[in-house]
């Protein structure tokens, strides 16, 4: 529904523009056709009216079938496709010297209209029309009315060619509008439509995610209470089973609160001038013992490189990339950390040798809650929103996160980020 408004409206507000710009093109034409028009009337017009002797001889020489065979050389320099006819009191033609046919010209009525001095008319007669100029002449003959036209039969036919090129080639316009602006709101409501089906699978795996640690809790909280006069030394079993579940929540939760303000813009990076490579140093060292515990060998070869971040997100990056590497590798496996500038940005790669990352997965390993396998996931702890995370932190310091992997060869996760000048 929503696409055929869309492509509707295109249409609409297409129609209305080609019938404006038709319009207003049909205006100016007609009006500049038009002045084209009056302006060789009265040139000619006022070339008789200001020679009264060539007019007087030709008056005096008309033949008596009222001029029919008049001069046909351009008297008095007349355009040729310019006429004029004059008339006597009781109009009767006694000057025609472009030999129009003036039998169906309404010339007795275009007299009257003259009557007042001069007057314009637009006549049709014989299937053709014509705008003639009238006014009276007074000369040593008599009274006269003169006649001056023009055959608009070209400026009507110019007129309907305009007129049919703009209806037809609007109707076509409208048509191809409509069409294409179907295709066009299809693809602007593809990342409506892709932004609602995230919001929908965001919303079901946030529910999933604190379906279980909330089905743990309340079993937990059953054995207690069925048992209330047992100490917390008897139930310490389903105790840690709470304690650990809540944790895993409240985790999950701001998590959750940290990548909707982050949508929102409600967090703010506060940069300063910072030195990447150290940072990830201590965070590397601080993270030794969690390593140690879990078998693996992790080590860190940092340099200088100087950026303009904030320290805490930063941090919070260089954390959730190592601790992601602990997690996938198994005991035995090495985790290695590395921070160099490179050129104009400062590198930041933390290798493991885990089971790596299969191709059709790479692209979707920073989406939220997405997990290459779900039971493992799960088993390490995870929300499944660290990379998420990790990956707004990096496009809010206008940098880069990838993922380089074979699988079965461990996983390489490379931060770029703008070295400071």
């Given at each position: ?7 509707g ?14 319009a ?61 006819i ?51 002449v ?9 006649h ?30 409509a ?18 089906e ?74 300063e ?13 601080d ?135």
């Open positions: 529904r929503a696409r055929l408004t869309l492509a409206f295109y249409a609409a507000v297409m129609a209305v523009t080609i019938l404006a710009i038709g207003v093109a049909y205006v100016v034409i007609s009006h500049s056709l038009d002045d084209e028009i009056n302006s060789a009337i009265t040139a000619t017009a006022t070339g008789v009216l200001h020679d009264p002797g060539r007019f007087g001889s030709l008056l005096a020489s008309a033949p008596p079938d009222h001029g029919r065979d008049g001069d046909e050389s351009g008297t008095l320099g007349i355009s040729s496709d310019v006429f004029f004059s008339t006597d009191q009781g109009g009767a033609v006694i000057a025609n010297p472009r030999r129009i046919d003036v039998q169906h010209l309404p010339l007795a009525q275009l007299a009257r209209n003259a009557a007042g001095g001069k007057a314009w008319s637009d006549v049709s007669a014989g299937g053709h029309r014509y705008r003639i100029y009238s006014t009276v007074t000369s040593p003959q008599g009274l006269f009315y003169l001056v036209g023009r055959s608009l039969d070209a400026r009507d036919s110019q007129l309907r060619t305009l007129a049919m090129v703009f209806g037809f080639g609007g109707l076509a316009a409208v048509v191809f509008s069409v294409g602006g179907l295709w066009l709101a299809g693809r602007a409501l593809v990342p409506i439509r892709t932004a609602l995230t919001q929908r699978r965001f919303v079901s795996d946030a529910s999933h995610e604190l379906r279980t640690p909330i089905a743990v809790v309340r079993a937990n909280n059953e054995l207690l209470l069925r048992h209330p006069e047992s100490t917390i030394e008897a139930n310490f079993d389903q105790v840690e089973a709470i304690a650990g579940e809540t944790e895993h929540m409240t985790r999950l939760v701001e998590d959750l609160l940290t990548l909707a303000r982050a949508d929102e813009g409600r967090i703010a990076i506060a940069p001038r910072l030195d990447f490579g150290a940072l990830v140093e201590e965070v590397t060292r993270m030794g013992a969690l390593a140690e515990v879990k078998g693996l060998d992790l080590a860190s070869d940092c340099g200088a490189g100087e950026v303009n971040g904030d320290p805490q997100r930063l941090r919070q990056l260089a954390v959730i990339l190592i601790d992601n590497a602990l997690k996938y590798t198994p005991a035995g496996g090495r985790v290695r950390v590395s921070c160099r500038r490179s050129g104009r940005r400062v590198e930041l790669r933390v290798t493991d040798t885990g089971p790596g990352i299969a191709p059709e997965h790479q692209k979707r390993i920073f989406d939220r809650f997405y997990r290459v396998d779900v039971s493992r996931a799960r088993s390490a702890g995870g929300s499944g929103l660290g990379l998420a995370i990790a990956h707004w932190i990096v496009e809010a310091h206008h940098g880069r996160l990838l993922v380089e992997s074979v699988p079965g060869k461990g996983a390489t996760f490379v931060v770029r980020l703008p070295a400071r000048e």
